[in-house]
């Protein structure tokens, strides 16, 4: 059915990489308190919802930890095995185009779809590795006939894209051949996507040693110079006050983050 916009909209967040499971997941309690903190008590009613696959990648990782109690028995690589698994493991999973990620995507857009057939307004915001499952469903969902009518956004599954440290920028997800935008056709509206990113971020400038980089372009790699392209893409580097890995999850709180979201809603 096509969107009402009589229904509250629904931001629904997709983490990035992650440590412990499912259990341990709070994001949308972040953002929410994220928009709050940005309305001032303004009257605007919205839902959260979180899309969590941590426990399925841990599930696909599971032999590679029992491995880990092996090699790393004893001493500081007992401590530091299984949270380089966890965090290496997702990015392979994610590049490796298999079952797993294949079930992470198809769990991601039967979420997304359900609120379509609601009829309520969705906005995604993905942080980090979740960016490029959040990119891939979109696009999948562009090329679907009947969602996406560059004329009618009431038959958009989802209304905007906000990702914050995303690493859609490097080499290593362009090559794999999925992350294309897709052009939405001739029309009147376009697809919004904002980019947020801290300019020491090593996930998403690919630098180890967390160099600020100024002028960075990152979702803007994905414009295209045509008429039916349909993407309206901007990237916002910002400065956390982080540095480092700490940059990379710093966002949640970013007033600037808050200010882009409920931009796009209202």
Do not use: C
């Amino acid at each position: 059915m096509p969107i009402s916009l009589d229904k509250n909209p629904v931001i629904l967040v997709v983490h990035g990489v992650q440590l412990g499971d499912d259990s341990s997941l709070t994001q949308d309690k972040m953002i929410r308190n994220s928009i709050q903190s940005r309305l001032n008590k303004l009257d605007f009613e919205f839902g959260v919802d979180l899309y969590k696959y941590e426990n399925i990648s841990d599930t696909s990782l599971k032999k590679l930890k029992n491995l880990s109690n092996v090699l790393f028995a004893t001493g500081i690589g007992a401590i530091l095995a299984q949270p380089i698994i966890d965090l290496v493991g997702d990015v392979t999973i994610s590049l490796s185009n298999d079952s797993t990620d294949s079930k992470i995507r198809k769990g991601l857009l039967k979420k997304v779809m359900s609120y379509h057939e609601a009829g309520v307004p969705l906005y995604i915001v993905a942080h980090s590795l979740g960016s490029v499952y959040a990119f891939d469903v979109i696009n999948e969902l562009i090329e679907t006939n009947g969602l996406f009518d560059r004329d009618d956004p009431l038959t958009w599954p989802v209304q905007g894209l906000l990702t914050i440290g995303s690493p859609l920028g490097l080499s290593m997800f362009k090559k794999t051949g999925r992350n294309i935008a897709a052009s939405l056709g001739r029309g009147q509206f376009s697809f919004k996507w904002l980019n947020y990113f801290d300019v020491s971020d090593p996930v998403v400038s690919g630098s180890i040693f967390g160099k600020k980089y100024r002028g960075l372009k990152i979702a803007e790699k994905y414009k295209k110079d045509t008429l039916d392209f349909g993407w309206f893409i901007t990237d916002y580097p910002i400065d956390t006050g982080k540095n480092w890995l700490l940059a990379h999850t710093a966002y949640w709180d970013s007033a600037a983050v808050g200010d882009g979201l409920l931009d796009m809603m209202v």
